[in-house]
């Protein structure tokens, strides 16, 4: 690897040469935190390994996380303690040209501004020793990938000798550098089957960063299964055995962390190492395919990718002359239901093990408007039914809509049974014409004494009706019973001896009306729709 200080852009090489200045030579404790007195930056995370200060730090307002070498204070390779990277297999084999055609994989170039359209992200493990999140936000990134381990501290049964695990020195402050940018971040455990079994691996992961909690920032741990360097290219494992340790690794850090890790991996390492088992498909995927249109083959078991590595040299992590270039292939719903849904289903693949079944759909209600939910929905189906109070010809019912005086004629007379009545030839009311929508009925409740006119001989046919006068209304129908009025008024806002106080209290004392909450009627408020359904349901119960 070439020094990555000699490819940072000159825009960034005082960012850089300020962010090393700041570190300075470090102690050699094997953790500390440090402290810097430059006013323009500050420490968010510091931790020393060996010969090496891995730091995320304000500077200037931008979040930078940096690898160093603590005696010099330079930038340092970070190649020499890095492990296993993200795709690393994948990418030698297309720089080799010898595998990429087998892996079904498309050519990669120098550094590309290119991207395919969806969310951007990235990952990242200590070979990227710089790296400017706010650049990345700034330019698209919304989530990220940090390698937390890989293999793990037990015991190889093959080789009969201990297997050592693999700890990042960079992933906390990785870690944090995303997360104070506003990132959605997860950890990625580069696995060995050969070394340890699933479950030993899944445990140093999740105890060393890997785990998953439910708040929305963080994705779920994936693991990477790649040939690694200097191993026979399924780790000497049979398809059987290959999936066996994948669903112990599974099977652990889903009883650690309550959700089935990601698995990142290439169409043919899968289908040769696993035999083309369909096994995981409610796992998330991750897939490396360095094309420039779309990946165009799939490991067994998905039909499409959740995050797409679509580049190794950019757009993103520019500052190190490019590098992993990532695209969530759905919603920004569904990116965030991936990072706070254990059941998340994959968007090529199926649904996990004990996802709840789908709410049944609500029973439709009366109206396309009024759903069996609503607060009214007995009522208004009620009233509906008994043809008391209909909708309108699109099949709606407007509930909150106010009921006019000549609608409330038609309901009451709808609600006595639609009696006989010969209209008058001349109509009792000046603003009422003969032939007019519900001339018969307004006529008639005049004539029964339940709906009277104003004194300038008006009967107002479209003005909405008042619930002090709804009170009335219902009184009168109900053949004014006896009653005595209360000396002390039921609501708050109605005056014993006001117009319409007998009324009102009556219909407060019968259930026909409860008022609000507050103790108020409201009485000058004209009557919605639905409150008169709800009226007219609870007079026909009780007269």
Known sequence: MTSPFTRLSCALVAAVTLATAVVGPASAAPE?????????SSIISSKTTGDFVSQTQEVDGEIISTLTDK???????GSSISGASLGESFKSHQSAGGAASADGLGSIAAYTSWRPAGIQGTDVSSNQEFVNWSEDYNAGARFTYVK???SAN???????????????????EQYAGATQVGMIRGAYHFAHPD???????????????????ADGRTLPGMVDLEASAGQPYCYGLTPTQMVTWIRDFSNQYKKRTGRVPAIYTGAYWWNQCTGNSTAFSDHPLHLPAYETLAPNKYPAGWTRY??????????FLKATGGGDSNVYGGTAAQLADLAKNKYYKPLGGTAPAGTPAPAPAPTPGPFKDVASTNQFATEITWAKNKGVLNGWTDGTFRPLNNINRDAMAAAIYRLAGSPAYTAPATSKFTDVKPGQQFFKEIHWAESKGYLKGWNDGTFRATTPIARD????????TAGSPAYTTPSTSP????SVGQQFYKEMAWLKSTGISTGWNDGTFRELNPTARDAMAAFLHRFDARY
């Open 32 to 40: 500390h935190e440090t402290s810097t007195p430059d006013s323009n």
């Open 491 to 494: 609501f708050t806002d109605v």
């Open 148 to 150: 937390a381990t890989e």
């Open 469 to 476: 006068a709804t009170a009335a209304l219902l009184y009168r």
């Open 306 to 315: 959740d995050i797409w590595q679509y580049s190794e040299t950019g757009p």
């Open 195 to 213: 070394d340890t079994s699933g479950a030993v691996q899944a445990d140093f992961f999740v105890d060393n960063g890997g785990g998953w909690t």
């Open 71 to 77: 005696d010099t204070g330079e930038i340092a390779d």
């Open 154 to 172: 037990g015991w190889n049964n093959r080789l009969n000798q201990p297997a050592r695990g693999y700890k990042s020195p960079t992933f906390a």
